[in-house]
């Protein structure tokens, strides 16, 4: 649909029962994914991707379309208002504490205020910390109802998928402080979820989600109070 459509494509995969990874191949910009989230309610997009091709647009149409649109923060808005458009003026949910941030409007946006907001059955869950209005997704029907948590980088799976862990700056290696990690733990400690699916491939967490986050959290907060 656009000149990158031309060198490139969204290269689906199916992570789990209802849940699907869209990533752009050959990798572009980041090399991050969104996923299809497939629900009760109707489907949600966790997240978007810089092109928007027309095989992926078919997909989710003979899918039932799209509830919502939900982003985790401003790294990922680039082109949510293109996407939005592509599946019929699906409203797309961004917190209003990153509303500085939105350089392109359109009747879709719907900023989103206070600490949570319901979208069918998921609830999105402002965290802050990577920005004010960071957000993750939790969808207590996923993982045989144990439910899954969709973190973006707000919380970064490490490389072991045995820890979390948390930055101010990705690029500058800024760390966040204990306050804000505070935060991120008690927004989250109310909802129970057995997987995590974070921004990048292979940062995936399949079992016992709730509890790694719980001592990462620990582990962290002791390494930089030391």
Sequence with gaps: ????????????????????????????????????????????????????????IARIAAMGGLLAIAISHPHFYSSMIEWSAACGGVPIYVHADDGEW??????????????????GRATLIRCGGHF??????????????QGALFVGDTIQVTLDRQYVSFMRSYP???????????????????????AIYGAFTGRTIKRDGFRIVERSIKRYLEAIES
């Design 132 to 145: 004010a209005g960071s957000a993750v997704l939790h969808c207590p029907w996923l993982e045989n109802g």
């Design 102 to 119: 939105i350089q392109r409007f359109g009747p879709a946006l719907r900023p989103w205020k206070d600490e949570a907001l319901q979208l």
């Design 172 to 194: 500058n290696l800024i760390p966040l402080g204990a306050g804000t990690v505070r935060g991120i733990s008690e927004a989250v400690r109310p909802y129970r979820f057995e």
């Design 1 to 56: 649909m656009t000149a990158l459509g031309r060198t490139h494509d969204v290269v689906w995969n199916k992570e789990a029962l209802g849940i699907h990874s869209l990533q752009i191949s050959p990798d572009f910009a980041i090399g991050h994914r969104a996923f299809l989230i497939e629900g009760p309610d109707g489907n949600i997009l966790w997240d978007c991707l810089s092109l928007v091709d027309k095989t992926s």
